[in-house]
């Protein structure tokens, strides 16, 4: 049989009593232990709410490459054609320069004046911050402060200048954050560059050159230590206004150079006797405002984004713009003076179309208003050669016969300048000796409309009402289209674009714009362009022409004159193979002139500039030169005996021409 299994016995449970435990105490010193603890850690963990609350508004920290762009104060540098500087509107910024190219002892006085642990603390100084807390609890009131070279870098450039708890632990939070972006040297550099050292001027460069004359490469030790005490109060101490007082913060900063073993008690001895020689401030010629308010203009259409230190590169030639504004006022002062002529403007360039030179007045300082680009006149005859122009290029020859003689359109009697007719001519001739009534046949026939389209064409911007008079220049224009126009007759037929600024810049060389190489539009046809020249170089060289003043030894010269009703402008536009150029003299209020024509101040001003501008260039053919035609002195004398003999029978004939009515406006 199969036996049942029997279940384990059941263990037996044996209860033991313990006796009490005696109650812990708790004495006075553990007690007060603990207290202290609990007190701690509220204070620690108030202290972490704190600096939470006064740091959770904290602006984000850029990033490293904004921040040499953050918070800038406009301002434009403005360079000539050889990089040299015309003039500076707003603050002055250096160009960028890197602190390991700089002699060692630059960017040790900063060290040494602001922040001797600059390369051992992490952003903040603690031991400066307890350092400042002592000195100013002793002091009852703030006499030092704790900012290393980061915060002031964090402060200037990314927060504001408020001197409250919550800004301070907005920038040591910032600072500590930036010097994981950046290396030291790296924050040291955007520090010299972008901090101000008063009068108007931020970074090194800016000051080393404005105070000394030279790049801060090549500063010395007492240099260097003056411009190291500038940041501390930088207006207070501007060198200038108050050398003395920034010579004692200098001999601060060589102290501490010294004590930090930067330099030798000897060169410190040595700097501290060193006689530093500041420079007379650089002088900017007000006469370049005409230019640069045209340049400001131009920059933020082309240059949206613009950067706050934008370096401008002009087209302007110094010595070309020095001769124009410098005849312009020798001219108007006496000449002008003695034929009621009070203003005058200038335009030039070469034949690429830079903007070589440009005025807009006599005196920017008494009247800014650009006569060169904002005033529309009456072009008078200067506006012929584009109805010439349209003439040839419906098949006209410059040696077609017109007829000189009384011609009426309608109630428009056109006549010429002297009053007199000399009958049969040549469009070549009609052209040098500015006959009105050759011209105004010639734009009837090529029709009103045509011509005004033909000078859009060529460059002008004028909306030109088409009235038969358009072709004696009563459409009103300013210089700079009419000597773009003629930019096209000087290149041969290819158009004219006028450009002022050739590259745009910051301070660190980052290219925001270009002068693009795009290649010229063919509007006119070169072997047309060819035989205006030709007839335009009869303005000039004939015996008979208008601008016979208008000479450049050496070159050929091509222009025009114009007149307009009742001497109010007076124009001479022209060209040879370098430059195109204008003059315009007049008054501001329109009022008459003493009969001064294109072919006299302004004809003299235009060949006093251009005689300077083509100094040292060695001379060249103009495209059509070579087709020019100078009669012999006897044939012009047989020709005006003939034109004598044709007058006289014309008068006893009564002979007049009429034609379709016409706009009346009597001009050169």
């Known amino acids: ?229 500038l940041p501390k109060a930088p207006s207070r101490l501007n060198l200038r206004d108050n050398l003395g007082g920034a ?121 800014p208003f650009n006569r060169a680009v904002q005033a529309r006149r009456q072009p008078g005859s200067s506006f012929k050669p584009f109805v010439y122009a349209l003439a040839l290029e419906d098949g006209y020859s410059p040696y077609d016969v017109f007829n000189d003689a009384p011609i009426s359109f309608g109630t428009w009697r056109p006549t010429n300048y002297n009053g007199e007719f000399l009958g049969l001519m040549t469009l070549s001739e009609a052209l040098a000796r500015s006959t009105n009534t050759v011209a105004a046949e010639l734009g009837m026939e090529t029709k009103p409309e045509r011509v005004a389209a033909f000078a859009a064409r060529f460059g002008f911007r004028s909306q030109m009402q088409a009235f038969p008079s358009i072709s004696l220049g009563t459409q009103e224009v300013n210089l700079w289209d009419l000597v773009r126009a003629y930019g096209v007759f000087q290149s041969g037929g290819l158009s004219t674009e006028p450009f002022l600024i050739q590259r745009v810049t910051d301070s660190r060389g980052k290219v925001y714009y270009e002068r693009p190489q795009a290649a010229r539009e063919r509007i006119y046809a070169e072997d047309l362009a060819a035989e205006m020249n030709a007839m335009m170089i009869r303005v000039i060289t004939a015996s008979f022409g208008t601008g016979g003043r208008a000479r450049v030894p050496g070159w050929t010269v091509a222009g025009k004159t114009g007149t307009s009703q009742d001497w109010r402008d007076a124009w001479f536009v022209g060209f040879t193979a370098a430059y195109t150029g204008g003059v315009w003299v007049g008054n501001d209020d329109d009022s008459p002139m003493r009969r001064v024509t294109g072919g006299s101040l302004p004809a003299d001003i235009w060949a006093d500039i251009m005689r300077i501008a083509h100094e040292g260039q060695q001379p060249e053919a103009l495209i059509g030169a070579s087709r020019a035609v100078a009669l012999h002195p006897e044939a012009e004398r047989r020709i005006t005996f003939y034109r004598g003999m044709a007058q006289a029978f014309a008068a006893a004939s009564g002979q007049a021409r009429t034609a379709s009515t016409a706009n009346p406006r009597r001009v050169e």
């Open 1 to 229: 049989m199969t036996q049942t299994p029997q279940p384990p016995p059941i263990p037996r449970v044996v209860r033991v009593t313990l006796p009490a435990a005696e109650p812990r105490r708790i004495t006075p010193l553990r007690a007060g232990l603990i207290v202290v603890a609990l007190l701690l850690l509220g204070a620690g963990g108030w202290a972490l709410w704190k600096w939470h609350s006064l740091t959770s508004g904290a602006p984000t920290l850029p990033p490293v490459a904004d921040l040499w762009q953050a918070q800038r104060e406009p301002g434009l540098e403005f360079l000539d054609m050889n990089s040299h500087t015309l003039s500076v509107r707003g603050p002055r910024y250096g160009r960028a320069v890197d602190v390991t190219r700089l002699p060692k002892h630059v960017p040790q006085a900063f060290i040494a004046a602001e922040d001797k642990r600059f390369y051992e603390h992490d952003g903040a100084d603690e031991a400066a911050i307890a350092r400042a807390a002592l000195s100013n609890a002793k002091a009852g009131e703030t006499v030092s402060g704790a900012s290393t070279i980061t915060q002031q870098l964090v402060k200037n450039l990314v927060l504001d200048s408020r001197q409250t708890m919550e800004r301070k632990a907005q920038e040591i939070t910032l600072a500590r954050q930036l010097e994981k972006e950046m290396s030291k040297d790296e924050i040291l550099t955007l520090y010299l560059n972008r901090i101000y050292f008063g009068a108007g001027l931020y970074g090194i460069d800016a000051a080393s050159r404005f105070y000394f004359g030279k790049p801060p490469e090549e500063l010395n030790i007492p240099e260097a230590a003056l411009l190291a005490a």
């Open 247 to 367: 010579k004692a913060r200098q001999l601060y900063v060589l102290r501490e150079m010294e004590a930090e073993r930067f330099i030798s008690r000897e060169q410190a001895a040595a700097a501290r006797e060193a006689d530093v020689h500041i420079i007379e401030p650089p002088r900017f010629d007000p006469q370049f405002g005409y230019v640069l308010d045209v340049a400001t203009e131009q920059v933020r259409t082309l240059v949206p984004d613009l950067p706050g230190d934008a370096i401008i590169t002009l087209t302007i030639d110094p010595r070309v713009q020095l001769a124009m504004q410098a005849a312009i006022a020798a001219r108007m002062g006496k000449d002008g003076a003695a034929v009621s002529a009070t203003q005058a403007s200038a335009l030039i360039l070469d034949r690429e179309g830079r903007v070589v030179a440009m005025t807009g007045g006599v005196d920017y300082t008494t009247s």
